[in-house]
C-alpha cells in the first residue's frame, strides 16, 4: 500500500479530530460541566476576592493574616445568589400582582367567547335550517367532554412526572453544591492549576482551548443579551401599536420566554393572532403574525452575525455550525455547534503549522 498523499492526510486529520471533538462534547463534557462552570466562576470572582484579601487583613503577633482567597470568594458568590434571588422574587411578585390584574377581566373575556360562541352557532343552524340550539347543545357536550379528558390524561401525568420532577430537583441542588464547592476550592488552588497547566506537555492544546471556551462565552453572552433586550422592545412597541395596556408587561414575558429552550414568541404571538382572526379582528392579527416573523429572523440573523464576528466565524458557518449543532446535541448544540467548528478549525491549523509539536 503507498503512502497516503497530501489529500488523503488533510481528510484523516479532519475526520480524526472531528470525530475526537464529538466525542469530547458528547460523552466528555457532561461530566465536566461543573466544574468547568466552577472554574468560571473562580476567574470572574477572582480579581474582587484577591483585592479584597489584598486590604483586609490582622495583625497578630506582628504578622499579617489574610483570610484565605477561596473563602472570601465562597461569601461572595453567596451574596451574588442571595442578590439574585432577592431580583427573582421580586420580579415574580411583579408578574403575580400582574397576573392578578389580568384574571379580573377573565371572566369578563370568558363570558364574550361564550357569547360569540353562542352566536356562531345560532348562525350556523340558521344557515342550514337545524333545529334551534342543537350546535349550542353540541359545543358543550364537546367541551364539557374535553374537561373531562383533560383531567384524566393530567393526574397520571401529574402523577408520573411529579417524581422526575423531584429528581431533577435532587440533582440541580447536588450540581450547585459541586459548583460552589468547585468555586472555592478552584480559587484557592487557581495559581497551583495555573503552573500545572503550564508545565503540561499539552499546554498550548489547554490554551487555545481555554481562550476559545473564553471567547465563546462572551460572544454568547452578548449575543443572547442582545436579542433579549431588542425582542422585548420590538414585543413592547408592537403591543403599544395595538394599544394594549399592558404592553410593557407583556413584551417583557415574551422576551424572557422566548429566551428559554423550546419556546419562543410564537408561543404567545401566533395563538393570539389565531384567536384574532377568528374573532375578525384582521388588523390585529397581522400586526401579531408581523411581530413574531420580525422577532423570528431578528433572532435568525443576530445569532449567526454576531456570533459569527465575536467567534471568528462567517455568517454563513455560524448559521450552519447552530444547525449541526443543535442536530447534534439538542439545544445545547446552539453553543457546542459554534465552539465546535472553531476548535476544529484552530486545531487543524494548529498541527498543519506543527504548533503542537514538543
Given at each position: ?76 458568590f453567596l451574596v451574588i445568589l442571595i442578590l439574585a434571588g432577592v431580583g427573582v ?244 448544540g446552539f453553543i457546542l455547534g459554534p465552539i465546535g467548528l472553531i476548535l476544529i ?14
Amino acid at each position: 500500500m503507498g503512502k497516503p498523499s497530501k489529500k488523503q492526510k488533510k481528510i484523516l486529520l479532519i475526520v480524526g479530530i472531528t470525530g475526537v471533538v464529538y466525542v469530547g462534547f458528547k460523552y466528555l463534557l457532561p461530566l465536566v460541566i461543573p466544574f468547568l462552570a466552577a472554574y468560571l466562576f473562580a476567574i470572574c470572582l477572582k480579581p474582587s476576592a484577591a483585592w479584597i484579601q489584598k486590604n483586609l487583613y490582622i495583625n497578630l503577633k506582628g504578622k499579617k493574616r489574610y483570610l484565605p482567597i477561596g473563602i472570601i470568594g465562597g461569601l461572595e458568590f453567596l451574596v451574588i445568589l442571595i442578590l439574585a434571588g432577592v431580583g427573582v422574587y421580586f420580579g415574580v411578585e411583579k408578574i403575580c400582582r400582574e397576573i392578578t390584574l389580568l384574571s379580573d377581566n377573565l371572566p369578563v373575556w370568558i363570558e364574550n367567547l361564550d357569547y360569540w360562541m353562542t352566536g356562531q352557532c345560532h348562525s350556523l343552524e340558521n344557515a342550514f335550517g337545524l333545529e334551534p340550539n342543537c350546535l349550542v347543545r353540541l359545543v358543550r357536550e364537546i367541551l364539557a367532554g374535553l374537561k373531562v379528558k383533560i383531567k384524566e390524561t393530567a393526574m397520571p401525568f401529574l402523577m408520573i412526572n411529579s417524581m422526575t420532577v423531584v429528581s431533577y430537583t435532587v440533582k440541580v441542588m447536588i450540581v450547585g453544591v459541586i459548583i460552589f464547592l468547585g468555586t472555592i476550592l478552584s480559587l484557592q488552588e487557581m495559581e497551583s492549576l495555573k503552573q500545572r497547566r503550564q508545565n503540561s506537555i499539552f499546554w498550548k492544546e489547554y490554551d487555545m482551548i481555554g481562550c476559545r471556551l473564553m471567547q465563546a462565552g462572551r460572544a454568547f453572552v452578548k449575543t443572547q443579551g442582545t436579542i433579549l433586550l431588542l425582542t422585548m422592545f420590538l414585543c413592547a412597541l408592537g403591543l403599544w401599536i395595538l394599544k394594549n395596556p399592558y404592553y410593557i408587561i407583556l413584551g417583557i414575558f415574551i422576551g424572557l420566554l422566548d429566551a428559554l429552550p423550546v419556546f419562543g414568541t410564537g408561543t404567545i404571538l401566533i395563538p393570539w393572532a389565531i384567536i384574532d382572526f377568528v374573532r375578525g379582528n384582521f388588523a390585529s392579527g397581522a400586526v401579531l403574525i408581523a411581530l413574531y416573523l420580525i422577532c423570528y429572523f431578528m433572532r435568525e440573523f443576530l445569532e449567526a452575525k454576531i456570533m459569527g464576528n465575536q467567534m471568528g466565524l462567517t455568517p454563513l458557518e455560524s448559521l450552519v455550525s447552530l444547525y449541526v449543532g443543535w442536530q447534534l446535541f439538542g439545544l445545547l448544540g446552539f453553543i457546542l455547534g459554534p465552539i465546535g467548528l472553531i476548535l476544529i478549525e484552530d486545531i487543524i491549523e494548529a498541527y498543519e503549522n506543527k504548533e503542537f509539536t514538543t
